[in-house]
């Protein structure tokens, strides 16, 4: 299978693009995937968005977000759940075998409190998901976004959280714009096999413009792509390959010009 054959327009990447703009816009490049943001999905309903993904013969790489789970109170922690059930309910619907778990922020000083919480909340949808078919993806994020987004900030951490369930329900995301840095990377890479469930890439502008809103596409910035992606293969992964670009100014561009772009950038830095 080619690179192209695997490669997946994550939603955010167009993000001005509704959610039928981003599926015509992969018919038009010939991009067989489709990574999908749920609050897109959202905007036609879970059951008219499979239906708008099936009749143009693509299919989703993932469906974002599940998690978030630290808070203050059980009933927050318990409405989050809930909220997680619900993305995996969607994803079954869109034909989706993957939900991405952003595993959120500390509520407090509490770090190893809000990592306990984490593995209790991913617990609980475990036979969710295996009811429903569906994967649970744990990303780690940049320490830098720690306070905004997540406590499970190295792939080592995530390698240890998912390996508390089975392998058939829980794995780990690999985003490069989130791991690239970590001396420990390609040894968590390793042994990641068998677990990994996605491969996300963009690239690290230097200086970096914004830490949210400043991935830069493939190849305009200081990332080893093709070394982590080699690893990635060497775990066994033959996935779908995400372009996931967060940046105000590609936002801007016309999507049919981002996507061509990225096609190239794919075939030319992995």
């Not at 018919?27 to 008219?48: D, Y």
């Not at 949808?125 to 569906?134: C, E, M, R």
């Amino acid at each position: 299978m080619s690179l192209l054959d695997r490669l997946s327009l994550n939603q955010i990447t167009t993000q001005r693009w509704d959610l039928q703009q981003a599926v015509d816009g992969c018919v038009r490049h010939e991009v067989p995937w489709i990574g999908v943001w749920r609050e897109k999905v959202h905007e036609f309903g879970a059951e008219h968005s499979a239906r708008l993904i099936r009749d143009a013969g693509l299919k989703v790489s993932s469906v974002c977000r599940g998690g978030f789970f630290p808070a203050a109170t059980a009933a927050e922690r318990k409405s989050r759940i809930d909220e997680s059930r619900r993305a995996i309910e969607e994803a079954a619907l869109l034909g989706a075998s993957t939900v991405v778990l952003v595993c959120g922020p500390p509520f407090d000083k509490d770090l190893a409190g809000a990592r306990t919480m984490v593995a209790e909340g991913i617990a609980a949808l475990v036979p969710d998901a295996a009811s429903h078919k569906i994967k649970l993806g744990i990303e780690p994020l940049h320490p830098m976004m720690l306070g905004q987004r997540s406590v499970i900030c190295t792939l080592a951490e995530a390698n240890d959280l998912a390996a508390q369930f089975p392998a058939e329900n829980v794995g780990v995301i690999v985003d490069v714009f989130h791991v690239w840095w970590d001396p420990a990377l390609y040894t968590e890479i390793a042994r990641a096999a068998g677990r990994i469930l996605g491969f996300h890439i963009s690239d690290w502008a230097e200086p970096l413009p914004d830490i949210i809103y400043g991935r830069a596409m493939p190849g305009d910035g200081i990332i080893d792509l093709r070394r982590i992606h080699h690893a990635v293969a060497d775990a066994g992964y033959r996935g779908p390959i995400e372009v996931e670009i967060l940046n105000t100014a590609i936002w801007e561009r016309p999507g049919d010009e981002v996507l061509s772009e990225m096609k190239g950038r794919v075939v030319e830095h992995l």
